[in-house]
């Protein structure tokens, strides 16, 4: 079984940067496809990023490209994505996500087997 777990969020000015940290333990972490979403009260959640297993391949939700940066240190099994020019709209809780099946990877939260219990972002304005 792999669990997962997210760190770094907080509170942040508009403008400002985060670096949201996910680590994984319980299997070869090299095995597994890893993205984010994002996900809120009364919202679907919403894919964000996700990264290939040698952490070659990356690919962004519109609404974030140019900002974040999603990265991957297989030796230390963490994922990173570093958020900037951070917006009010980027208010969510941060769930990073785990896919084993898939060669490369999918933006629907049903594919990915393993969740993270999450972190809360939250940008004033």
């Known amino acids: 079984q792999l669990q997962l777990g997210e760190s770094g969020g907080g509170l942040v000015q508009a403008g400002g940067s985060l670096r949201l940290s996910c680590v994984a333990s319980?299997?070869?972490?090299?095995?597994?496809?890893i993205a984010w979403f994002r996900h809120g009260p009364g919202k679907e959640r919403e894919f964000v990023a996700r990264?290939?297993?040698?952490?070659?391949?990356?690919y962004y939700a519109d609404s974030v490209k140019g900002r974040f940066i999603i990265s991957r240190d297989n030796v230390a099994n963490t994922v990173y994505l570093q958020m900037n020019s951070l917006k009010p709209e980027d208010t969510d809780g941060y769930y990073c996500?785990?896919?084993?099946?898939?060669?490369?990877?999918?933006?629907?939260?049903?594919?990915?087997?393993?969740w993270g219990q999450g972190t809360q972002v939250t940008v004033s304005s």
């Open positions: 996500a785990a896919d084993s099946i898939r060669a490369f990877g999918s933006t629907g939260p049903s594919e990915y087997q393993y």
């Open positions: 319980g299997r070869p972490f090299s095995n597994y496809i």
């Open positions: 990264i290939g297993r040698n952490g070659v391949m990356t």
